[in-house]
Protein backbone atom coordinates (compact mmCIF):
# COMPACT_ATOMS: atom_id res chain seq x y z
CA UNK A 1 0.00 0.00 0.00
CA UNK A 2 0.94 3.65 -0.61
CA UNK A 3 1.29 6.27 1.61
CA UNK A 4 -1.23 7.76 -0.09
CA UNK A 5 -4.05 5.18 0.11
CA UNK A 6 -3.87 1.91 -1.86
CA UNK A 7 -2.42 1.29 -4.90
CA UNK A 8 -4.18 0.82 -8.80
CA UNK A 9 -3.67 -2.89 -7.79
CA UNK A 10 -5.09 -3.48 -4.53
CA UNK A 11 -7.67 -1.18 -5.38
CA UNK A 12 -9.08 -3.85 -8.19
CA UNK A 13 -7.91 -6.70 -5.52
CA UNK A 14 -10.33 -5.23 -3.41
CA UNK A 15 -12.77 -4.29 -5.46
CA UNK A 16 -13.38 -7.86 -7.04
CA UNK A 17 -13.63 -9.48 -3.35
CA UNK A 18 -16.16 -6.88 -2.26
CA UNK A 19 -17.81 -6.93 -5.20
CA UNK A 20 -18.20 -10.79 -5.08
CA UNK A 21 -19.21 -10.61 -1.47
CA UNK A 22 -22.12 -8.14 -2.55
CA UNK A 23 -23.18 -10.29 -5.41
CA UNK A 24 -23.34 -13.51 -2.79
CA UNK A 25 -25.22 -11.64 -0.36
CA UNK A 26 -27.71 -10.68 -2.98
CA UNK A 27 -28.47 -13.72 -4.21
CA UNK A 28 -29.34 -17.23 -3.22
CA UNK A 29 -26.02 -18.15 -4.84
CA UNK A 30 -23.12 -17.60 -7.12
CA UNK A 31 -22.02 -20.75 -8.47
CA UNK A 32 -18.48 -20.65 -10.84
CA UNK A 33 -17.35 -23.55 -12.91
CA UNK A 34 -14.04 -24.74 -11.60
CA UNK A 35 -12.66 -24.17 -14.95
CA UNK A 36 -14.06 -20.54 -15.33
CA UNK A 37 -16.13 -21.36 -18.32
CA UNK A 38 -19.63 -20.16 -16.84
CA UNK A 39 -21.78 -19.18 -14.27
CA UNK A 40 -24.68 -18.98 -12.41
CA UNK A 41 -26.79 -16.78 -10.24
CA UNK A 42 -29.86 -17.63 -7.95
CA UNK A 43 -31.72 -15.49 -6.23
CA UNK A 44 -34.21 -17.95 -4.43
CA UNK A 45 -31.60 -21.04 -4.74
CA UNK A 46 -29.20 -21.82 -2.70
CA UNK A 47 -25.94 -23.54 -3.93
CA UNK A 48 -26.73 -26.91 -2.65
CA UNK A 49 -30.35 -26.88 -4.65
CA UNK A 50 -29.05 -25.59 -7.50
CA UNK A 51 -26.39 -27.80 -7.90
CA UNK A 52 -28.51 -30.51 -7.19
CA UNK A 53 -31.26 -29.34 -10.01
CA UNK A 54 -28.37 -28.73 -12.40
CA UNK A 55 -26.97 -32.92 -11.68
CA UNK A 56 -30.80 -33.56 -11.94
CA UNK A 57 -31.74 -31.91 -15.24
CA UNK A 58 -28.59 -33.53 -16.55
CA UNK A 59 -29.33 -36.98 -15.46
CA UNK A 60 -32.97 -36.52 -16.73
CA UNK A 61 -31.93 -35.13 -20.24
CA UNK A 62 -27.98 -36.15 -20.65
CA UNK A 63 -25.99 -35.19 -23.28
CA UNK A 64 -22.08 -35.79 -23.41
CA UNK A 65 -21.81 -33.30 -26.13
CA UNK A 66 -23.30 -30.58 -23.75
CA UNK A 67 -21.90 -28.70 -21.18
CA UNK A 68 -22.88 -27.90 -17.53
CA UNK A 69 -23.50 -23.93 -18.50
CA UNK A 70 -26.68 -25.23 -21.20
CA UNK A 71 -28.00 -27.19 -18.01
CA UNK A 72 -27.36 -23.77 -15.47
CA UNK A 73 -30.21 -22.13 -18.04
CA UNK A 74 -32.39 -24.46 -16.95
CA UNK A 75 -31.65 -24.07 -13.37
CA UNK A 76 -31.52 -20.05 -13.25
CA UNK A 77 -35.09 -20.18 -15.16
CA UNK A 78 -36.68 -22.22 -12.50
CA UNK A 79 -34.95 -19.95 -9.99
CA UNK A 80 -36.65 -17.07 -11.13
CA UNK A 81 -40.28 -18.94 -11.83
CA UNK A 82 -39.35 -19.91 -7.78
CA UNK A 83 -38.94 -16.28 -7.28
CA UNK A 84 -42.16 -14.97 -8.17
CA UNK A 85 -43.99 -18.59 -6.90
CA UNK A 86 -43.69 -19.43 -3.12
CA UNK A 87 -45.62 -22.41 -3.71
CA UNK A 88 -42.14 -23.54 -6.25
CA UNK A 89 -40.05 -22.79 -3.55
CA UNK A 90 -41.74 -25.07 -1.01
CA UNK A 91 -41.90 -28.04 -3.76
CA UNK A 92 -38.52 -27.72 -4.64
CA UNK A 93 -37.11 -27.21 -1.20
CA UNK A 94 -38.97 -30.67 0.03
CA UNK A 95 -38.09 -32.46 -3.07
CA UNK A 96 -34.31 -31.53 -3.06
CA UNK A 97 -34.70 -32.61 0.58
CA UNK A 98 -36.48 -36.01 -0.60
CA UNK A 99 -34.33 -36.67 -3.04
CA UNK A 100 -30.95 -36.30 -0.80
CA UNK A 101 -32.57 -38.74 1.71
CA UNK A 102 -33.06 -41.72 -0.70
CA UNK A 103 -29.59 -42.95 -0.63
CA UNK A 104 -28.00 -41.45 2.85
CA UNK A 105 -25.79 -39.32 0.94
CA UNK A 106 -26.86 -35.64 -0.73
CA UNK A 107 -27.74 -36.37 -4.41
CA UNK A 108 -24.58 -33.95 -5.90
CA UNK A 109 -22.82 -36.93 -3.98
CA UNK A 110 -23.67 -39.82 -5.85
CA UNK A 111 -22.29 -42.04 -8.36
CA UNK A 112 -24.55 -41.87 -12.05
CA UNK A 113 -26.25 -45.34 -11.26
CA UNK A 114 -27.26 -43.95 -7.56
CA UNK A 115 -28.18 -40.81 -8.87
CA UNK A 116 -30.41 -42.75 -11.31
CA UNK A 117 -31.96 -45.29 -9.10
CA UNK A 118 -32.95 -42.33 -6.71
CA UNK A 119 -34.56 -40.35 -9.16
CA UNK A 120 -36.18 -43.30 -10.42
CA UNK A 121 -38.19 -43.35 -7.11
CA UNK A 122 -39.10 -40.08 -7.09
CA UNK A 123 -40.50 -39.83 -10.50
CA UNK A 124 -44.36 -40.01 -9.52
CA UNK A 125 -43.96 -36.69 -7.71
CA UNK A 126 -44.71 -33.01 -8.07
CA UNK A 127 -41.23 -32.07 -8.16
CA UNK A 128 -40.02 -34.53 -10.88
CA UNK A 129 -42.75 -33.27 -12.92
CA UNK A 130 -41.38 -29.78 -12.30
CA UNK A 131 -37.96 -30.16 -12.87
CA UNK A 132 -38.34 -32.36 -16.19
CA UNK A 133 -40.82 -29.90 -17.84
CA UNK A 134 -38.85 -26.70 -16.90
CA UNK A 135 -35.52 -29.33 -18.65
CA UNK A 136 -37.18 -29.48 -21.63
CA UNK A 137 -38.57 -26.30 -21.89
CA UNK A 138 -35.10 -24.46 -21.29
CA UNK A 139 -32.42 -26.76 -22.27
CA UNK A 140 -34.24 -28.10 -26.00
CA UNK A 141 -35.95 -24.19 -26.06
CA UNK A 142 -32.62 -23.24 -26.66
CA UNK A 143 -30.45 -21.71 -29.55
CA UNK A 144 -27.37 -22.28 -28.55
CA UNK A 145 -28.53 -25.87 -27.75
CA UNK A 146 -29.92 -26.32 -31.37
CA UNK A 147 -26.68 -25.94 -33.16
CA UNK A 148 -25.14 -29.24 -30.90
CA UNK A 149 -27.94 -31.10 -32.55
CA UNK A 150 -28.08 -29.71 -36.39
CA UNK A 151 -31.12 -28.19 -35.78
CA UNK A 152 -31.70 -24.44 -37.67
CA UNK A 153 -34.07 -23.19 -35.36
CA UNK A 154 -37.50 -21.88 -36.34
CA UNK A 155 -38.33 -21.35 -39.71
CA UNK A 156 -41.69 -19.40 -40.26
CA UNK A 157 -39.72 -15.79 -40.43
CA UNK A 158 -37.65 -16.88 -42.96
CA UNK A 159 -40.62 -18.69 -45.31
CA UNK A 160 -40.70 -22.13 -43.83
CA UNK A 161 -38.49 -25.50 -44.78
CA UNK A 162 -39.51 -25.87 -48.30
CA UNK A 163 -36.94 -23.62 -49.54
CA UNK A 164 -34.02 -24.12 -46.54
CA UNK A 165 -33.15 -27.38 -47.40
CA UNK A 166 -36.09 -29.60 -46.56
CA UNK A 167 -35.54 -31.58 -49.30
CA UNK A 168 -31.82 -32.22 -48.97
CA UNK A 169 -31.55 -35.68 -48.66
CA UNK A 170 -28.15 -36.65 -49.37
CA UNK A 171 -28.32 -40.58 -48.68
CA UNK A 172 -31.57 -41.51 -51.59
CA UNK A 173 -30.32 -41.87 -54.86
CA UNK A 174 -31.48 -39.35 -57.65
CA UNK A 175 -35.00 -39.74 -59.07
Do not use: C
Not at 138 to 152: A, I, K, M, S, T
Request: zero cysteines; charged letters at 25%.
Amino acid sequence: MTTKGFSRREFLQNSGVAAAGVAAASTGAVIIDPNGAWAMTTTTLDEHQAMTLLKMSRQLFPHDMLGDQYYAKVVEAVDRDAAKDPDLTDTLGKGIADLDGRMGIEFVHLSEGNQLKALHAIEDTDFFATVRVATINNLYGDPLVYRNFGFEGSSVEHGGYIDRGFDDIGWLPKA
